[in-house]
């Protein structure tokens, strides 16, 4: 559950309520404490000059695919003026507040004067701000972090004017990617860094490796378990970076996107409380631990709709989601934040990336009692341009509970993951999924969507009806020495492409004339390339006598995933 601030708050009539920090949740408390209340008086300090935008777009005009920084703006002061009636001063810094006396101090970026401002209730939206290495060179002049407009536009300048041809990222989540991708769209030759053994550290490492796979395809190379020691610099240009191991990458452009921490210091200043994320703890009406003092967006924690625990998840959406809440509450309305997923998605050249809820990783290290599946089906018909798309999906064992899931493809992989989202959010257990009435056209899905297999690999596997084994299982089996029967059901033009080392070739077609060559005691794997006849060949086996009979999840095209990620 959120933190424990005061379960009512004092009662001080709101007469001027003062944001600090627009963008996506300063700007949505203003606009809905105007919906509620056309009394009220409502400034908003921002230091930035601009309001409003939209960050995850940032990289999207620096590859050129937006054409016009101003796409990413379209709601400047003046219309927040007329619309809401508020009082919007960019290039406003808001440098103290004292809360005994309700005033604040701000500095005019543009001129230096200062002055002080009073509230009776204030909105801490200040964000998160990027963290900087400390690393020689990380202040050179063609070294950028991507968090406004302004820096996306010099970003961009920088590589027209120097005309750049090389580039380093460092960093694989959400920013990381998008910058490679259009950085490689631009015709840079790009090289992503990452300082953990895998690219997008919010999935798992078997899904993070088909992101990593399909990076190299479109020629980033990359640079896992590495650090950045040091930029190396000229008078007035970057030249190329340092990896810990002794490596100097080439760059006429670095970015840094290590990631972000939540801007608390006028948080701290008036004595608000942080929650365990290292963000300002709220309750479930955005209020801090400090009595007319709210926090909305990077800076402000939320907590798990899982595990109720806190939880940090710094994204537009759920800033304007916290925005709206606490415009809402500070006027009397009765809005709360019931928590989040920490759903996101990203797109990484021809494949969609998303997820939802808990991974795999960090379900068992919370002490859940899981099954996984890994299913791989096409995300519409295959006569209409159907492609694959692989889910993974925990569910929890004993109440079946979706704990999350993560989603991979070419096609169809945010429909998906919205389904899931929302399936999670209200509770929703594996059985669940296949009841589902979902949308069904040729164009559109698959008679029995993605959606539906998924919830019936996982039910039948929670209920012991057909048991799975992932790819990881199996080895860390056979690593151990145990004695296992594994039966490769495919044709032999697809046993002869690969095939687990050891297995056995049956056909599905041959596999009930030649049962008299397995031993019905032995514990079996049946596999095929994606599952679904490696489950009829498991259902045959099962129904034969056999004791024990595993399907491997995803099937070969998994589990060789998992040897090359390994290799």
């Known amino acids: 559950m959120p933190s424990t601030a005061p379960s009512q708050p004092a009662i001080h009539p709101v007469r001027r309520l003062v944001i600090i920090g627009a963008v996506a949740a300063g700007t949505s408390v203003g606009a809905k404490a105007r919906r509620n209340d056309e009394q009220l008086e409502i400034v908003v300090y921002d230091r930035d000059r601009d309001i409003s935008y939209s960050g995850c777009g940032l990289p999207y005009y620096v590859g050129g695919q937006v054409a016009d920084a101003d796409e990413l703006h379209p709601r400047d002061p003046a219309w927040f003026a007329k619309r809401y009636n508020m009082n919007i001063r960019t290039g406003h810094e808001v440098v103290s507040v004292d809360h005994p006396t309700r005033t604040i101090r701000v500095v005019d970026l543009a001129t230096g004067t200062e002055f002080t401002d009073t509230y009776d209730t204030l909105v801490l939206a200040t964000g998160a701000r990027s963290i900087l290495p400390p690393i020689p060179g990380v202040d050179a002049p063609g070294v950028f972090t991507v968090r406004n407009v302004q820096n996306a536009e010099a970003i961009r300048a920088w590589i027209l004017t120097r005309r750049a041809k090389t580039a380093v990222v460092v960093g694989s989540g959400f920013i990381g990617l998008e910058m490679a991708e259009q ?117 402000a924690e939320s907590y798990s709709l899982i595990t109720g625990n806190p939880i940090w998840r710094p994204l537009g959406s759920t800033a304007n989601k916290m925005g709206r809440i606490a415009g809402d509450a500070i006027t009397g309305g009765t809005l709360t934040h019931r928590g989040i997923l920490g759903t996101g998605i990203v797109r990484v050249f021809e494949m969609g990336v998303g997820h939802t809820g808990l991974t795999e990783t960090e379900a068992r290290a919370q002490g859940f009692d899981i099954q996984v599946v890994h299913n791989i089906k096409p995300a519409h018909a295959t006569y209409v341009g159907g492609r694959d798309l692989i889910i993974k999906a925990i569910a929890e064992r004993g109440t079946g509970r979706l704990l999350g899931a993560q989603a991979i493809g070419p096609q169809g992989v945010d429909k998906r993951i919205d389904v899931l989202a929302t399936a999670i959010s209200f509770g929703a257990k594996a059985e669940d999924l296949f009841h589902l009435d979902l949308a069904y056209s040729p164009p559109f899905a698959t008679t029995k969507d993605p959606i539906h297999y998924t919830g019936m690999a996982l039910d039948n596997a929670l209920t012991g009806k057909a048991p799975l084994i992932t790819p990881e299982d199996l080895d860390a089996r056979l ?89």
Do not use: W
Request: with cysteine.
């Open 183 to 299: 950085l490689t769209e631009a015709g840079l030759q790009v090289t992503l860094v990452e300082r953990l053994p895998q690219v997008m550290p919010a999935l798992d490492p078997d899904m993070a490796f088909r992101v990593q796979e399909e990076l190299v395809r479109r020629h980033v190379t990359v640079h896992l378990a590495r650090s950045v020691t040091a930029v190396d610099t000229t008078a007035d240009s970057v030249t190329g970076v340092q990896l810990d191991n002794g490596d100097t990458l080439p760059a006429d452009v670095v970015i840094l996107s290590v990631g972000v921490r939540p801007d608390t210091t006028l948080a701290l200043q008036v004595g608000a409380e942080l929650g365990p994320t290292g963000a300002i703890k709220v309750d479930h009406t955005l209020r801090t631990t400090v009595d007319d003092i709210y926090a909305v967006g990077d800076v």
């Open 479 to 567: 690593e151990a020495g145990d004695t296992l029967q594994i039966v490769d059901v495919r044709s032999g033009r697809d046993y002869a492409k690969s095939h687990i080392e050891g297995a056995i070739h049956i056909p599905l077609a041959n596999l009930r004339d030649r049962i008299g060559e397995l031993d019905p005691g032995t514990p079996t794997v049946t596999y095929c390339n994606k599952g679904v006849s490696g489950n009829a060949g498991q259902n045959i086996l099962l129904r034969l006598g056999f004791g024990t009979v595993y399907n491997l999840s995803g099937g070969n095209n998994n589990y060789q995933a998992r040897q090359r990620s390994t290799a």
